[in-house]
């Protein structure tokens, strides 16, 4: 029988002090610290970092830290209490300050070290040292490694003030993209595809920093005026954070045999990863070489859902680095990120992604990423042939992978339980041609209609008698492979409506709660919480009026809504 006080919530914790209980840094501190890292966590100027897996840094507090927002959907999975998000002591802690952290915490929090690959080519130019040595969480830190209702999380700060790895930048993330990351992490946790969460959002009152950024009505491709914004810290949750170019950075060092440990480390953070991140999936009695095969393939298979995720529902990540890309195979880093609103597989809302990191491209970008994965563990099993040829079978299939996940992802999405790839591609061509929008068009198919009249929500351009065609011969041969199905259409019309979302991420409707932010005000970061909270629902007519909607023409290109050269 199991033990029913095991099973049992957790009371709910409403002070700092029974917070800190669920502290459990143990598989931390198998990890190796910077040896060169100061003793009190003062290490706020950028600086080479040559070995270890953490730097111990204490955060820079923000002045007169003020409540903006906290998760609590995710304060309840967590056991916590709605109340002590607006404790001071809580707040003192998730704003920066931990000189009063109750034990067992410490009172620093660690930076760690990444390499960066743009979309499979290694890079160290952007590390000031040009050695990669420089490069990491230049402004985020975790503060909390613990255990909640048998869960392990790492709580980490976006914007706690300079790192060793700050690159000379200031540490600190400005209100806007802080709400934007707070938002956007639980929506999408909300239209399940697996993300970071959101845990609290503190904005100052007093402190703040100028960073470029567009003029109202501006359609500048670039930011055309400095904006003075406050500084928040924002506080991200995961399983760990480690990213693909974490695993990277050791690879490289044992390449280029950077340091006596070098090996060491690299195996000690890819055991480190297991434990993280696959340890209900990986057999603990497989010996290591076996494990690290395990670890590829499970990671391809997240890797690609994550992928097939972002599509269905419209997310194109814009930067998808290496180091933007994380290696527990979910969603991490809300910097550039958009919503495809009117479809274009092109759309990239990040000035600097290029095509190569744009919507319809993600599979390819993920695919670079997976290769630098791979990269990086190959020495791991450099002295064992069939081990070897076994991970690089794995590499092989990232291919197959993806886009088998795809396809099953389109299909759900057309309510049909096979792919038809005619179809299909005649579906984008209407699709680009007429430029729908993209979270419309899919959920107004959801209801099955039999002719286009309501599809016409969706359509930003107006379509001729001859597309008016196009388009209702698309449909009816849709419907005829919707007969051919197993399921009822009112049983596929409900699997639509919980594939295709109602309500998507329309920056143009997000950009005043930031804005509003800005002036004291978040009552609209409360709606959108709400908003988002049920994206496949029905929400009020009210909610449909202002939510459903096309993007209105001014919006597009519109600087800092259809597009941005910078988000921090
Ligand atoms: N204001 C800043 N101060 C210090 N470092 C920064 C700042 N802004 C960005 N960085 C660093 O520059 C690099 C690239 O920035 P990017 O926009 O991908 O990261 P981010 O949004 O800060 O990070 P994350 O990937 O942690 O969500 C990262 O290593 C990041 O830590
Ligand atoms: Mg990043």
Redesign the pocket.
Known sequence: MTDPSSTAPQPNISDLATFAKAVDYSLMEQLTPDPDATADGHDHYARQVFSGHYVPVKPTAIADANYVSHSQAFFAQLGLADALAHDASFRQLFSGDLSNAPAPMKRFGWATG?ALSIYGTEYTQ?CPFHTGNG??????MSIFEGVFNGQRYEMQL?GGG??P???G?????VLR?SVR?FLAQEYMHNLGVPSSRSLTLYVSKSETVSRPWYSSNSYSADPDVMVENPVAISTRVAPSFLRVGQIELFARRVRDNAHDNAFAELKQIVVHLIAREYKSEIDVKLGFNNQVIELAKLFQVRLSKLIANWLRVGYCQG?F?S??CAAGGFT?????FGFCEAFDPEFQPWTGGGKHFSFFNQPAAAEANFHMLWTALRPLLAQDEQALAQLDDVRRGFKDEIQQQCQSMWAAKLGSSEFHPELFGQLMQLMIQTKVDYTIFFRELSHIPNDISSLKKSFYLPTSAEQDKQWQHWLDQWLNLLANEKQDLKTIASNMKRTNPKYTWREWLVAPAYQQAMRGDYSLIEELKQVFSAPYGEQTKAIEEKYYRLRPQEYFRAGGISHYSC??
């Open positions: 990444y952007q490069y990491g969480d230049g402004r985020a976006k300079p790192t790895y700050c690159r930048a200031d540490g600190r993330a993209s990351e930067n680095n180091d933007n991490l880093d809300y910097g550039p988000s921090s």
